[in-house]
């Protein structure tokens, strides 16, 4: 199962993703592409595959991506290759609600998480606390997030990121869920009811 996780920058995203990495067996993260430069604490391969603008412009060529979308004057995409390398795990993807739409439209079947602040004025602090950003990039990144929250409506779910530990609970708990859905078990089910047609 594909998993799009988005929201506004700063709501809290990837550290969720790494609670659910860490506390769930059988689910990986989606690393994606882009052109913006690496941040130190950043690891290649890992939290990103970092290249150029040129080759990412390629790669879009080819058609590459099942999406990609310039976000805060950097392009970001997700690789076919990256979402099929390995079908036996659930695959997290973070990205943007451009590529979240994208997703929706090439794979119906994708089930996509919207994660929300506790408010307005708490994403600013979180912005701001981080201080990756310069003043001018932090009032581009809020005036995104006035626009993207708008779009939760198409999502399948809304995560508020209040507390940490209660969000990254519910965002692990939609996952254990969706794999009990009968159209996720029916392959394994085999076994079990098979067990139920003997005279033993």
């Keep these: 199962m594909i998993y799009v996780i988005s929201g506004p920058s700063g709501c809290g995203k990837s550290t969720l993703i790494r609670q659910v990495l860490a506390g769930l067996e059988g689910v990986r993260f989606s690393v994606s592409h ?49 979402l099929t390398k390995d079908r036996n795990q659930d695959v997290i993807l973070d990205i943007d609600v451009q590529g979240a739409a994208q997703v929706r439209k090439k794979i119906e079947t994708a089930v996509l998480i919207f994660v929300l602040p506790p408010s307005f004025r708490e994403l600013r602090k979180r912005i701001e606390k981080r201080g990756l950003d310069s003043a001018l990039a932090v009032r581009k990144r809020l005036a995104t997030a006035r626009k993207e929250v708008r779009s939760y409506t198409v999502f399948d779910y809304v995560v508020v990121n209040d507390d940490l530990e209660t969000a990254g609970r519910e965002l692990e708990s939609i996952l254990r869920c969706r794999r009990a859905r009968l159209a996720a078990r029916q392959k394994s089910l085999g076994p079990i009811l098979r067990s139920f047609r003997g005279k033993g």
């Design 34 to 82: 882009t052109t913006r430069e690496k941040r130190e604490a950043e690891v290649e391969g890992k939290d990103y595959y970092f290249v150029s603008q040129d080759r990412f412009l390629r790669l879009v060529e080819k058609d590459s991506f099942v999406e990609w979308a310039v976000v805060h004057g950097a392009f970001y995409g997700t690789s076919r290759r990256e």
